[in-house]
Structures are given as structure tokens and as C-alpha cells.
T-cell receptor, first 114, second 114 residues
């Protein structure tokens, strides 16, 4: 399984750019990298997904180096409402014929300070 | 239509009792996922359905856990002989086609085993 590692927490001031890196050293060829945001007492919400290089949407950018062993979620000009836990998801990972697993990181708690 | 719904939203039970947790995915979504999130922890993948079929049940924590999906829609996660360590939030998600698609999460069922 593609194990992921993220920083446990990060602090940032409002208006700054925040970069959260996820390590996934044994990512498989057919694995995608997806980032989710979770507010307290809510289910996670999709932010962005990529396979390689750079992906950008209206909310964030995702940078994936050529070896795909890590990925970086970039949040431009964060606000207080961006305070949440951010999860990196790598998957699917096949462990055998017909087998399927999804591996979430433990999440990074981002605190935005006024 | 509406998003993913889960019921009950909260469940308190006594150790040794059986519980059933229900997930109604977004209409038309063929893939359905169950996760468990213990207090202050990340998401633990439990099981994935493609249609009514679960190709890999190895993520279920023990043989007290079972899940089924009928009619390609509603899914039920059953925990038999509940233990205190089963206390957690159980999250359900669905996606349009399969595992590489964006997952839409429900609000979760908060289970407390006394």
C-alpha cells in the first residue's frame, strides 16, 4: 500500500501562501493523488486531484515532481475560513487480483491566524 | 439531487449490541466507500463497493464488521457485538464511476459504545 506522510500541523497568517507536502514513496504507477479538506463535524470535501506535473483550479494548485514520490498542495492567500484539516489521498493501490485499497494520510491541521 | 446522506447522525449503544449504519449515496453514483474516523485521527478506509460488489473486504477491522449494498444504491454497515473501541465517526462517500473519481462525503454517523 502507498503509505503517506504529512506534517501534523501548520500555522499561517492570513493572506499568505501555504504549501503542504505529502510524501508517498511507494506510490504505484496507476495511483492518483487527491487532496481533501475537512472542517470539524463535517465529512471531507474534494480540493484537487493530479497524476503528475502541475494542476491548478480556482481553489488550489497541486505540484507533483517527476518521480511522484511526493506532492505539494498550495493554497494561495489563505483566509481564516481555510482553517481545517487537509488530507492527502493516494490510490487506488492493488494488493492482488481484484483487491483495492485507499490510503489517506493522517492529515495536516492548518491554523490560519488573523 | 441531494448529497450523500447517512443515518442515524448519532448512535449510542451498549457494549455487545449490534448496530446498523445506513448510507444513501448520490443518485447515479456507482461507487460507494466506507471510512472510520476515530477522535482526532485520520480516515481509515474500510470498504469500497462498485455497484453491489465489494472486491476487497480486507480493510474491515474484524469479522464483527460487515457491509452490503443493494440495488446499486443504499449501503448498510453492520457492527455486531460492539466494543468500546468501535466508537468513532463512520463516514460514507460516493463517486460517479470509480475510485479515481472525486468522492463526495456524507456528514457521518457518530457512534458511541458505552
Amino acid at each position: 500500500l502507498a503509505k503517506t506522510t504529512q506534517p501534523i500541523s501548520m500555522d499561517s497568517y492570513e493572506g499568505q501562501e501555504v504549501n503542504i507536502t505529502c510524501s508517498h514513496n511507494n506510490i504505484a504507477t496507476n495511483d492518483y493523488i487527491t487532496w481533501y479538506q475537512q472542517f470539524p463535524s463535517q465529512g471531507p470535501r474534494f480540493i484537487i486531484q493530479g497524476y503528475k506535473t502541475k494542476v491548478t483550479n480556482e481553489v488550489a494548485s497541486l505540484f507533483i515532481p517527476a518521480d511522484r514520490k511526493s506532492s505539494t498542495l498550495s493554497l494561495p492567500r489563505v483566509s481564516l475560513s481555510d482553517t481545517a484539516v487537509y488530507y492527502c489521498l493516494v490510490g487506488p493501490s492493488y494488493s492482488g487480483a481484484g483487491s483495492y485499497q485507499l490510503t489517506f494520510g493522517k492529515g495536516t491541521k492548518l491554523s490560519v491566524i488573523p | 439531487g441531494a448529497g450523500v446522506s447517512q443515518s442515524p447522525s448519532n448512535k449510542v449503544t451498549e457494549k455487545g449490541k449490534d448496530v446498523e449504519l445506513r448510507c444513501d449515496p448520490i443518485s447515479g453514483h456507482t461507487a460507494l466507500y466506507w471510512y472510520r474516523q476515530s477522535l482526532g485521527q485520520g480516515l481509515e478506509f474500510l470498504i469500497y463497493f462498485q455497484g453491489n460488489s465489494a472486491p476487497d473486504k480486507s480493510g474491515l477491522p474484524s469479522d464483527r464488521f460487515s457491509a452490503e449494498r443493494t440495488g446499486g444504491s443504499v449501503s448498510t454497515l453492520t457492527i455486531q457485538r460492539t466494543q468500546q473501541e468501535d466508537s468513532a465517526v463512520y463516514l460514507c462517500a460516493s463517486s460517479d464511476l470509480g475510485y479515481q473519481e472525486t468522492q463526495y462525503f456524507g456528514p457521518g454517523t457518530r457512534l458511541l459504545v458505552l
